[in-house]
């Protein structure tokens, strides 16, 4: 059995206005994360780590932002379609682990239908799905409200 880890890094920047698609699902915020797609940062994080983890590349190099097929696109989609590409490879998910960066808005009471979300669209148990949220402690780009980040780990095999 083959077994490899890949990691994933996304940030989008916080827009008044707009709507704030996390982990597949809107979270209510009077601010929303600015992108070619709708822009969910922690999904564009898990696709990064899933790619890497197959050596096949990363999500601008399937999904481009000069592409306009992928204007507005709900992000859901793009993740499903990585999960396509790494099972006709042979890949299966193992586990996923992926933090949220942001001062605002407050998403814990939402990372259970994250975490629902996420495993109906890569077609694993809710189990093998961890999402975690924290601040930055009013530091950096997160911490003064200016965007989010989300960093992913997962763990593929074949």
Not at 17 to 23: E, H, K, S
Not at 43 to 57: N, Q
Not at 82 to 88: E, G, I, R
Request: aromatic share 4%; glycine share 10%.
């Amino acid at each position: 059995m083959k077994i490899r880890t890949g990691i994933g890094y996304d940030v989008h920047q916080l827009k008044e206005g707009l709507p704030l698609w996390l982990g597949g699902i809107q979270v209510p915020h009077t601010k929303g994360l600015v992108g070619h797609s709708d822009a969910d940062v922690l999904i564009h994080a898990i696709c990064d780590a899933l790619l890497g983890a197959a050596a096949l590349g990363d999500i601008g190099q399937h999904f481009p932002d000069t592409d306009p097929t992928y204007k507005g696109i709900d992000s859901k989609v793009l993740l499903k379609n990585v999960c396509k590409l790494l099972t006709s490879k042979g890949w299966q998910i193992g586990n996923v682990d992926a933090i949220l960066c942001m001062q605002k808005p407050k998403v814990a009471t939402f990372i259970p239908q994250m975490r629902q979300t996420l495993a109906d669209v890569m077609q694993i148990d809710i189990d093998d799905i961890s999402v975690k949220a924290t601040t930055t402690e009013h530091l950096g780009f997160e911490g003064r409200e200016e965007g989010i980040s989300a960093i992913a780990n997962v763990l593929i095999n074949k």
